[in-house]
Nanobody, 117 residues
Framework: QVSLVESGGGLVQAGGSLRLSCVVSGSLATVDVMAWYHQGPGKQRDLVAE???????YYNKSVSGRFTISRDNAKKMMTLQMNSLQPEDSGVYYC???????????WGQGTQVTVSS
């Protein structure tokens, strides 16, 4: 059984920074792809960034150059460094783990980010 716990959300002014963390309880395999998703108020949940077990990354165009995703397999942790935050970045950020080649897909409970203008 895998569980994901996010932390690091909060309130920040536009232009500020936050660092989100996601800790994995249970197994973390190199085939696992981990990702951050963002859900703004009244909107669907969108992919922000993802990282493979070997460190390959993908970023949504809206955050490219501002956000950095990283992963420490030994510590079973993923982080999202968010810089130059804008009000449209506000919402709930969810940690996701997808175990490729299996039906297993896990979500954290989410952490709230609020960016004031």
């Amino acid at each position: 059984q895998v569980s994901l716990v996010e932390s690091g959300g909060g309130l920040v002014q536009a232009g500020g920074s936050l660092r989100l963390s996601c800790v994995v309880s249970g197994s973390l395999a190199t085939v696992d792809v981990m990702a951050w998703y963002h859900q703004g108020p009244g909107k669907q949940r969108d992919l922000v960034a993802e990282i493979t077990g070997r460190g390959d990354t993908y970023y949504n165009k809206s955050v490219s150059g501002r956000f950095t995703i990283s992963r420490d397999n030994a510590k079973k942790m993923m982080t999202l460094q968010m810089n130059s935050l804008q009000p449209e970045d506000s919402g709930v950020y969810y940690c996701n783990l997808n175990r490729r080649g299996t039906p297993y897909n896990y979500w954290g409970q989410g952490t709230q980010v609020t960016v004031s203008s």
